[in-house]
């Protein structure tokens, strides 16, 4: 169970988990000892998984990304770990729907675009794809702050 302090922490590391340990215990107001156990915890639970620079992909010249349905007969998880091992997926997506999986990949070029999808039509266990460009990201997944009810919890969902 998460108390009010190991929620806050998540905010914190979720808004920028750049700074250094005195830096964030100061804004929240604990000892730096007690954040570094706090988030060790954290990490061993598995709530907080790692660490990385937020990076746009297309200042990095990823100029073709998309959002592939992948429709599968057989193997699942053997059709989604080939996925997962190829490049230029960002992640793959156990779903329900019409669809069994979505792939989201970016690519530099409409070659390299053209040859992934291709790639993934010859993987034992796809019967299709349908493929959806995306032309604009309008908020990135890693803005996302989950809400921990940090100004308390509410046990009907009434504000």
């Known amino acids: 169970m998460l108390d009010e302090l190991d929620k806050r922490i998540i905010e914190e590391l979720c808004i920028s988990s750049q700074g250094s340990y ?33 990076v746009d992909y297309l200042k990095l010249g990823y100029e073709f990304m998309a959002l592939v349905h992948i429709y599968t007969e057989g193997d699942i998880l053997d059709v989604q770990a080939k996925i997962k091992a190829m490049d230029n997926v960002l992640a793959i997506f156990d779903v329900t729907g ?11 070029n409409r070659d390299q675009f053209s ?35 940090i100004a308390g919890d509410h046990q009907d969902g009434a504000i």
């Not at 000892?33 to 988030?39: E, N, S």
């Not at 019409?98 to 690519?107: G, K, Q, T």
Request: aromatic share 6%; hydrophobic share 40%; glycine share 6%.
């Open 22 to 54: 005195r830096q964030i215990a100061k804004r929240l107001g604990v000892h730096p000892t007690t954040l570094i156990q706090r988030v060790k915890n954290l990490e061993e639970q598995g709530i907080v998984k790692g660490y990385r620079a937020n």
């Open 115 to 149: 040859d992934l999808i291709k790639r993934m039509l010859t993987i034992h266990g796809i019967k299709k794809t349908n493929t959806y460009v995306v032309l604009n990201m309008i908020k990135d997944p890693y803005q996302f702050i989950p809400d921990l009810n």
């Open 98 to 108: 019409e669809c069994d999986s979505i792939a989201w990949v970016a690519c530099k």
